[in-house]
């Protein structure tokens, strides 16, 4: 998959992409990511990328010319038979898994980082496919959700993920994660859950699925909505939703 991040701020994405997970998919060969500097499609002397709005107001709208140019060009040196343009924007659809899982499908993204005083609506109207938000709170650029993008869809994509991580993924899938440990057996008291020790993976599994099936009914009940459970889940939740009970050991939050 190629990526190309369109801003005016390159600086700011330099980082995330040279370092830890995203770095291991560039030298895997999994992602080609480009940092594309808007300005670089400026012709003028000051290299302007932005302008005041028509009817007045604060803040500075981001020109259409330049993005119009940026993209274009990255479309014509595309090996890509499609190209999806995405604009990252408080105004976008909220990210998450499911949209992740649809992007990694692609071959090659363009990410306009948006500005939060705006984008010229010409850009919306005529060059974007998809408008993506992270989440309802203000940013003052579309730079750290591109990263927050980024980062999702590249490990979804086949090889990022040791084989097990990802089929352990799947089949909690939707659910929080049961809670991990590490050694020590004992630390400051606090002992690991004799069942991980035990050695018979049975009742591991069925120890982290009831794990996971508690902690989303006590942190995100929202989420067991859209889950199939089987009959003996079903049952548990209603056993633990009955005692409003934190259980065996492990806190609440
Ligand atoms: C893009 N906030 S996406 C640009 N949640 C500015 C702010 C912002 C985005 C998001």
Same mark, same amino acid.
């Given at each position: 998959m190629r990526i190309d991040l369109v801003t005016i701020f390159p600086g700011i994405l330099d980082g995330p992409f040279r370092e830890s997970m995203i770095r291991r998919a560039v030298e895997k060969g999994l992602i080609r990511v480009n940092l594309v500097d808007l300005r670089e499609f400026t012709h003028d002397r000051h290299r302007q990328v932005d302008d005041a709005p028509y009817g007045g107001g604060t803040g500075m709208v981001l020109k259409p010319e330049p993005v119009f140019e940026a993209v274009r060009h990255l479309k014509a040196c595309s090996e890509a038979e499609k190209q999806l343009v995405i604009l990252t924007s408080p105004a976008g659809q909220t990210f998450n898994q499911a949209m992740a899982q649809k992007l990694a499908a692609e071959k090659h993204l363009i990410i306009i980082c948006g500005r939060y005083e705006g984008v010229d609506e010409r850009v919306r109207e005529s060059l974007v496919d998809r408008e993506i938000s992270i989440g309802d709170y203000v940013l003052t650029g579309g730079e750290l959700p591109a990263a927050v993008i980024v980062d999702a869809v590249a490990r979804l994509l $086949? !090889?990022? /993920?040791a084989e097990e991580a990802a089929q352990n993924e799947s089949f909690t899938e939707g659910l929080l994660e049961h809670p991990h440990y590490t050694r020590p057996p004992v630390f400051e008291g606090m002992a690991v859950p004799p069942v991980l020790l035990s050695g018979n993976h049975g009742e591991i599994d069925r120890w982290r699925r009831r794990m996971s099936l508690k902690y989303t009914l006590e =942190? =995100? $009940?929202? /989420? /067991?909505? !859209?889950i199939a459970l089987t009959e003996e889940e079903r049952a548990y939740l209603e056993e633990l939703s009955k005692k409003g009970d934190s259980g065996s050991g492990n806190p609440g939050r």
């Open positions: $086949p !090889g990022f /993920l =942190r =995100r $009940p929202d /989420l /067991l909505k !859209g």
